[in-house]
């Protein structure tokens, strides 16, 4: 199944990246490929077959007691920030 | 050479007091400034650092402390945060980024003694299978430097063998340590999903990611792995079972020891490449080993189902890279959206954006059962073949790659035929079993692996195996030409 330029840019836009017009065809080009390729898992027989989001069995998300184990780093974590005020990361405006 | 000594060689001449953990630290630090340059596979250095904890290593055995690993250079994957230092995953969209603290797997060797002399050069957020998606450019293959070193830990596998540490960390999320190796001769092991923490590993793919070594022996490997494996309450998918004494089992004898050789491996293997691996066969076969052929029915579905969990579950992991908090940022952002768009669509190179776009489309509405859903019903089917397989035999055998190194831009343009590069590693992740590649010879002057891989934790039977294949074969001592020196 070929993608379509549409396709990529509804995809493009699902996960917040830019396309330049010039890559635009690659794109198009390489995912429609790859799908093409995975395509092939409709060959298997999975009726009655779990689906396995991990890959050791009976593995369940292992809780801690509610009690506090961190503390503040703000300043160390932020040193990395491009733009920082007052403790908060700046932005374009995202309000009018 | 002290670069081509073992890590418990270089223990008992540090211990004997013949060099100092800071001689040895320069020694290495000399050879990556007249190396590397050639090859690329340190893209960060940290001589100072490194000296320091070479002088705290010298301090510490003078008190009498005798850990293997104390004041033993190592090489990072820039793909584990350290403290203070940058952290760049490969990526253009990092390399800005300086880590606050230190991922588990570096703590742990630090605790160890560990002296660190940098980072290395990786495909780009661990994605790529020849170290060419690196922002910082390719890595080249010391044994052939028109070659690629494979990927994604294609810097840590060419320093390996280059000898510009003793050993170097790595990362395998479909075959990144394990075709490294075997494509750079150096022993590769990628332990059982959980064993190795990946808090502060930064993340591709949360359920097939693992955290291993890259060494020039089974026995190195053994030792580093003893060091970096264990329970960690900081990783949620950290597994809690006892480290067994890896080193301890190396040298038990392999009689008895059921060796499957896999059908769907072999097929297809061009004639060179598959009688090294019946000669490799020969060797342990000769120790005690009995083969069996086995087949492993839904193996060859285990690259079209990696493409879609991997890149699902690295569309996810991604978006964590916003050009808000740290990492990349664009100039001069018009609103929100071109600040995210542009920062990502700037600060990612091609083969990242394909993947999230791929796993981003194989999540979305409308394909969500067609493709996600159905590759984590495939790779129960290939898990279960694995499972099966095993009541049959202890290991499974067969070639690491399908060929040697192949040239530096010969696959780049074509995802398929590069990602076809994995196709005898990426079973193991998917069913997050133990996995390791080890030199079994040349071909064309190239190094060409084994690959062994067994049930969950079985990694001392792994080291164990090639260990034995180690004292009677010498691969695995075989120097690049022009860095035997």
């Known amino acids: 199944m070929n993608l379509t330029r549409q396709d990529v840019e509804k995809i493009a836009h699902l996960a917040r990246l830019s396309i330049t017009e010039q890559e635009m065809p690659v794109y198009v080009t390489s995912l429609s490929s790859i799908v093409n390729f995975v395509d092939d898992l409709s060959r298997a027989q999975t009726d009655a077959v779990q689906p396995m989001a991990h890959p050791l069995d009976g593995q369940h998300q292992r809780l801690r007691a509610d009690v506090v184990s961190e503390s503040d780093h703000r300043e160390k974590y932020q040193a990395n920030a491009p733009a920082v005020q007052a403790g908060l990361y700046v932005v374009p405006r995202v309000i009018e | 050479?002290?670069?081509?000594?073992?890590?418990?060689?270089?223990?008992?001449?540090?211990?004997?007091?013949?060099?100092?953990?800071?001689?040895?630290?320069?020694?290495?630090?000399?050879?990556?400034?007249?190396?590397?340059?050639?090859?690329?596979?340190?893209?960060?250095?940290?001589?100072?650092?490194?000296?320091?904890?070479?002088?705290?290593?010298?301090?510490?055995?003078?008190?009498?402390?005798?850990?293997?690993?104390?004041?033993?250079?190592?090489?990072?994957?820039?793909?584990?945060?350290?403290?203070?230092?940058?952290?760049?995953?490969?990526?253009?969209?990092?390399?800005?980024?300086?880590a606050p603290y230190d991922a588990t797997v570096v703590t742990r060797l630090k605790d160890a003694g560990a002296v660190m002399l940098g980072k290395a050069n990786m495909d780009e957020f661990a994605m790529g299978s020849s170290n060419e998606t690196s922002f910082y450019g390719p890595v080249k293959n010391p044994w052939d430097l028109s070659k690629v070193p494979g990927g994604s830990s294609g810097g840590s596998a060419a320093a390996a063998a280059a000898r510009l540490a003793a050993y170097t960390t790595g990362t395998d999320t479909g075959g990144s340590i394990r075709q490294p190796a075997a494509l750079t001769g150096v022993t590769g092991v990628k332990p059982t999903y959980g064993r190795v923490s990946r808090f502060g590993m930064i993340a591709f793919a949360s359920s097939l990611d693992q955290a291993g070594v890259l060494a020039r022996s089974a026995a190195d490997a053994a030792i580093v792995l003893q060091a970096m494996a264990g329970f960690d309450p900081q990783d949620s998918t950290s597994i809690d079972t006892p480290v067994p004494d890896y080193s301890a089992a190396l040298d038990q004898p392999l009689a008895g020891l059921k060796i499957g050789l896999l059908r769907e491996f072999f097929e297809g293997l061009e004639a060179r490449n598959s009688a090294l691996i019946h000669d490799a066969l020969k060797v342990y076969r000769s120790l005690g080993a009995q083969t069996v052929d086995v087949s492993l029915p839904h193996l060859p579905l285990s690259v079209p189902t990696y493409y879609v969990v991997a890149p699902a579950e690295c569309s996810s992991n991604l978006s964590r890279f916003d050009g808000v908090r740290f990492g990349y940022r664009c100039k001069e952002p018009r609103d929100l959206l071109d600040l995210y768009k542009r920062s990502r669509g700037e600060g990612f190179g091609a083969e990242v954006k394909r993947r999230i776009m791929t796993g981003t489309y194989v999540l979305s509405a409308g394909y969500f059962d067609a493709y996600y859903l159905k590759a984590q019903k495939v790779r129960r089917l290939i898990t279960d073949d694995f499972r099966a397989a095993f009541t049959q035999v202890d290991l499974l055998i067969g070639p690491t790659t399908p060929t040697p190194a192949f040239a530096i831009g010969a696959k780049i343009d074509d995802p398929i035929t590069m990602y076809l590069n994995d196709i005898y590693t990426i079973g193991a992740n998917l069913a997050g079993l133990p996995g390791l590649s080890l030199p079994c010879g040349f071909v064309d002057g190239l190094p060409m692996g084994l690959q062994l891989i067994g049930p969950h934790f079985s990694e001392s039977k792994l080291l164990n195996a090639a260990h034995r294949f180690q004292t009677a074969t010498d691969w695995h001592h075989r120097s690049p030409p022009g860095y035997e020196q």
Do not use: Q, Y
């Open chain 2, 1 to 98: 050479m002290l670069h081509n000594l073992s890590i418990g060689e270089l223990g008992r001449s540090l211990t004997a007091g013949e060099i100092s953990s800071v001689e040895l630290a320069r020694h290495f630090l000399g050879r990556i400034e007249r190396l590397n340059p050639a090859l690329n596979a340190v893209i960060t250095l940290t001589a100072d650092h490194a000296l320091n904890e070479a002088a705290a290593a010298d301090r510490r055995r003078a008190a009498g402390d005798r850990a293997p690993l104390l004041g033993i250079p190592l090489i990072h994957k820039d793909i584990f945060c350290t403290d203070g230092v940058r952290t760049s995953c490969g990526s253009r969209m990092l390399d800005n980024f300086v």
